[in-house]
C-alpha cells in the first residue's frame, strides 16, 4: 500500500461520508480520526437522535430504540448545507440522506472480537447473538448497499488494531484509488456458535 502518512494535507471532501457498522465495531473510533484528518464534523446519528428527540419508542425485546429516521435525514440535510462536509455514524442506513452521500465506510470486526466486546458492555444475550451473525453474514455491506452502488463503499477492518491503517483505506478511496477488500469471517464464526448455544445467547 506504500508508506501511510494521514497527517499529511488532504483536501476536504464536499458531502456526506457515512460509516456503518455493528455495535462495538469501532465505527466511533474510526469516525473521530476520520473526522480529524478530513476536518469534517462527526456526528452520531444515535446520539444526535436522543438530544433532539428523534425517538419513536422502543424494542423492549432487542433493549433498542426506534428512530424517527425521517427527521434524521431531514437533520442531517440541514446540518450538512451550513457544514458542507460531514462524517455521520450510524447503524441504520435509513437515516442517511442518500442523494448527499460521496462514500461509505463499512466497519468489520470479527465476530469472536465483536462477541468480546459486546459481552464487555453488557448486552442481552440475544442482542449479542443478533449483532454477531448480523456482521457474521455481511450485515453491514448489504446495509451499505441500500446507501451507496459498490463503487462509493470501501471495508475496513475495525478490529485490527492499527486504526491510521484502516483510515488510509478511506483516504485513498476518496482520493479514487481502487480499494477493493473482502472480509469472510465464516470459519471464526462457525467456531463461536457451539460457545453461544452453550452459554444460553439467543434465549
Known sequence: MGNINVSGPRSRPSGLIVVIGAPASGKSTLCRRLAEVLRCRHIN??????????????DEERDTLILD??????????????????VVETISPYAIPQ??????????CRPSVLLER???????????????????????LQDALEIAEWDRIVQVDGC????????????????????????????????????????????
Open 45 to 58: 446519528v444515535g446520539d444526535m437522535a436522543k438530544e433532539r428527540g428523534y425517538i419513536l419508542g422502543k
Open 69 to 86: 429516521e425521517n427527521s434524521i435525514r431531514e437533520e442531517i440535510s440541514r446540518i450538512l448545507r451550513a457544514e458542507e462536509c460531514l
Open 99 to 108: 442523494e448527499d452521500v460521496v462514500l461509505v465506510v463499512v466497519v468489520r
Open 160 to 203: 485490527s488494531g492499527d486504526l491510521d491503517r484502516e483510515v488510509e483505506y478511506v483516504l485513498m478511496k476518496l482520493e479514487g484509488k481502487d480499494v477493493s477488500r473482502r472480509f469472510n469471517w465464516t470459519d471464526d464464526f462457525m467456531s463461536l456458535l457451539e460457545r453461544l448455544a452453550r452459554e444460553g445467547h439467543g434465549k
Open 118 to 140: 459486546l459481552e464487555s458492555r453488557g448486552y442481552r444475550p440475544l442482542k449479542i447473538r443478533e449483532n454477531v451473525e448480523y456482521e457474521a453474514i455481511d450485515g453491514p
